[in-house]
């Protein structure tokens, strides 16, 4: 595989990420980062170019093999070239996770949902092209060193999947500051982005506009409750398949993490062996292989044991989340609510209601994935949801609940 080939590079970018964790722990007990301590933040963006430039060298060089194949040769070649291909561009997303990772430790993840999307409507902005291929590069590195050299967090935009605005962010608070290097003259798609990026920050300073993805007002509330994650649960699950070849556990009721390292094991069979009456199940395998895991958490964020990464990077371990959804409407029902569940066909995944008052709240499948993408506990995103009910307010589209009216990916 491709992105065994890597292993002391990802050996390497996982140290540095684990000194980064340390740094934040540091920041949030107020001690300020300086030129010195903000190092393993520069190495490993030096580190990802390194790797990424070259994923993509490899691409271009397989693809000018391919250009010189006649049609009389062997369509397996073909097949074994492209595969190449794809092999390489997982890699460049893998490393580009990594990047992830450093934005999400730093900032605020909800904020961080906010600049994977185009601002005139709600698809997924464009990625990143070839890093290789950017005229600006020069100056845009030299901007994070510059940044960093004052003992500024700052991240090259394009070494990351989910912020997609910009070229270099400053991460110095929840928000996510993002700064465009242009020289020279401007030209309309130099103007379309930075008339984004004001309105992106207009939003983050004001916690409302009008008019963002297309949408009417906006309003940025916090919610209350804080948030439960299981991922220590789920990495200690992939630790124990690691050893034995399957592991399980359960730490909420209804809700199984389960991890299959040996061949052997009947996967389906092991699941039916639950007796979850209405079982949902995610293959985390795909969502990683399909390169779609953004704008979630980064599951490199998310584990920290080196072997539990690098296995699961490696495609090593299965790894699945199963919900049963008879525990919503159990949980609803002890909390006088009525609730109705819907298909994958349909935008939300749940409707909530209050009998007496008539308030109601949709939760979107994007939203509830979190449960499977983030680790987080399906109880909390009712309670949550519930939590809106209460307030008797419109709930708005883009704020850290806003998935539960409105789906912003497709």
């Known amino acids: 595989m491709t992105i065994k080939t890597r292993q002391m590079s990802f050996e390497r970018a996982h140290g540095l990420l684990e000194e980064l964790r340390s740094l934040r722990a540091t920041m949030g007990n107020g001690t300020l980062p300086t030129r010195g301590t903000l190092q393993p933040l520069w190495l490993l963006q030096r580190l990802l170019v390194k790797e990424i430039t070259r994923a993509e060298r490899k691409i271009r060089r397989i693809k000018s093999i391919l250009r010189s194949i006649s049609e009389e040769e062997a369509s397996e070649r073909v097949a074994s070239l492209l595969a190449q291909i794809e092999g390489y561009r997982h890699l460049a997303y893998m490393w580009r996770s990594f990047g992830d990772a450093v934005a999400f430790l730093f900032m605020d993840k909800f904020a961080l949902k906010q600049v994977f999307y185009n601002t005139q409507n709600r698809n997924a902005k464009q990625d990143a092209g070839f890093l290789s291929d950017k005229s600006g590069f020069a100056g845009e590195w030299k901007e994070v060193e510059r940044w960093i050299g004052q003992g500024v967090p700052a991240l090259l935009t394009d070494l990351t999947n989910t912020i997609r605005h910009g070229d270099v962010c400053v991460m110095t608070g929840p928000d996510p500051v993002l700064i ?105 395998n795909e969502t990683k292989s399909a390169r779609s895991w953004a704008p ?80 987080t506990s399906p109880i909390w995103l009712l309670s949550a949801a519930i939590e809106r009910i209460d307030a008797q307010e419109p709930l708005s589209p883009a704020d850290p609940l806003g998935e539960l009216v409105e789906a912003l990916s497709q």
């Open 296 to 375: 979630y958490t980064p599951f490199i964020l998310s584990f920290r044991d080196h072997s539990a990464v690098f296995r699961f990077i490696w495609g090593d371990v299965l790894v699945f989340v199963v919900y049963d959804l008879e525990e919503l409407l159990s949980a609803s029902a002890q909390r006088s609510l009525e609730i109705d569940l819907f298909s994958r066909e349909e935008e939300s995944a749940f409707e909530l209601r209050e009998p007496g008052s008539g308030q109601n709240i949709r939760l979107t499948w994007q939203m509830f994935d979190r449960l499977a993408l983030e680790f």
């Open 180 to 284: 465009e290097v242009k020289l020279g003259k401007l030209d309309g798609r130099g103007r379309e982005q930075r008339n984004s990026i004001r309105q992106l920050t207009e939003f983050f300073e004001a916690d409302t506009t009008n008019g963002l993805r297309g949408l009417g007002e906006i309003r940025w509330t916090a919610h209350q409750t804080p948030e439960v994650s299981y991922a220590d649960a789920m990495e200690v699950t992939i630790i124990a398949a690691l050893k034995t070849g399957a592991a399980a556990s359960s730490p909420e009721s209804g809700l199984w993490y389960l991890a299959v390292a040996d061949e052997k094991v009947d996967i389906n069979a092991w699941i039916e062996g639950l007796g979850l009456r209405r079982p949902v199940a995610y293959l985390l």
